[in-house]
């Protein structure tokens, strides 16, 4: 058995099937759309993305992560071409979705291996919003994975929070009710278990010194390793120039004790490997994207992947 547990979040930007469903706001990942959403592309963007989880940590590690929590998933089309899709089908994993109200149709998932991670139980919530007018804002639900991972009992929570694009102020109660319902759940965890061991991961839409994150790791007692890992040249995702880093994995502090734990806390970062990222021209370093816009640039996703690694003890 491998000797570190990697996990590992990443943001797929908008892995859609190329077919129309009716119920959700799918109409620009259509191949008759404007940004002309070909089974060729979307074929394209499962090879690459294949490649990049099945990469993910160390440069050393021998296979990709025990564990990866997804976001920008449109279904459970997606996620199962996405893991028998070329690059990827030897890792062999297995997968938790659904649905959520989100009017765009795009969901959290996560990715599991079979052979070190056992499922107890899994659960979505829904974050309750409201938009200007009174009526419910649809959003992302958070979802709860309750499992065995070698031989310690882990709670894994998913996250994809509203976005910033009305404004990073506009928009921050949103993020703010998704931090308390995160509270909720880990509340409710900590009435079934004794001293459960928790890990919180997602896009949040927020960096780690921001109100919602510190909410969730003050309220709940988790520890925060990205705090440490975000720079003025590192981040998961780069917006005119700045490096944010939205996506991160806190934990409980449980895993920082070795004789509470088997598995302890070793290392985080960003995995910004050279290949996905853009590799001339003035957003050199930044993630190379699918699409800018509606133009299709043939990347990989607009954020980079982030992990932690658990030593065995």
């Known amino acids: 058995m ?123 919530f829904p974050v309750y919003l409201e938009n200007e007018f009174g009526d419910q804002d649809y959003t992302r639900d958070i979802l709860l994975v309750k499992g065995n991972l070698i031989n310690e009992e882990v709670n894994i929570i998913i996250n994809h929070w509203s976005s910033r694009r009305e404004g990073v102020k506009e928009t921050e109660f949103k993020r703010i009710a998704a931090a308390n319902k995160v509270n909720e759940i880990i509340k409710t965890i900590k009435t079934e278990q004794d001293s459960p061991k928790i890990i919180v991961m997602g896009d949040f839409n927020d960096n780690p010194n921001s109100k919602s994150l510190l909410q969730i790791e003050q309220q709940s007692q988790l520890y925060n390793p990205f705090k440490t890992v975000w720079s003025r040249d590192k981040g998961s995702l780069n917006h005119q120039f700045q490096w944010n880093l939205f996506d991160q994995i806190l934990f409980s502090t449980n895993f920082l004790d070795s004789t509470n734990s088997r598995l302890i806390f070793n290392k985080a970062n960003v995995f910004n490997s050279k290949f996905l990222t853009q590799y001339k021209g003035k957003y050199k370093g930044q993630p190379f994207r699918t699409y800018v816009g509606k133009k299709y640039h043939g990347g990989y996703s607009d954020h980079f992947p982030v992990f932690i690694e658990f030593k065995l003890t």
Do not use: C, M
């Open 2 to 124: 491998n000797e570190k547990i990697t996990i590992a979040f990443y943001n797929l930007e908008n892995l859609f099937d190329t077919k129309d469903d009716p119920v959700v706001y799918d109409n620009d990942f259509l191949p008759t759309a404007q940004k002309r959403w070909t089974p060729k592309r979307y074929q394209k963007k499962l090879l690459k993305l294949g490649t990049a989880i099945s990469k993910i940590g160390e440069e050393d590690a021998k296979a990709g992560p025990s564990l990866v929590g997804l976001a920008e998933v449109e279904n459970k089309k997606v996620l199962s071409d996405l893991v028998r899709s070329e690059n990827l089908i030897r890792e062999n994993y297995s997968y938790i979705h659904y649905d959520s109200p989100d009017e765009r149709g795009i969901d959290v998932a996560l990715l599991y291996k079979s052979d070190v991670f056992t499922v107890f139980s899994s659960e979505s």
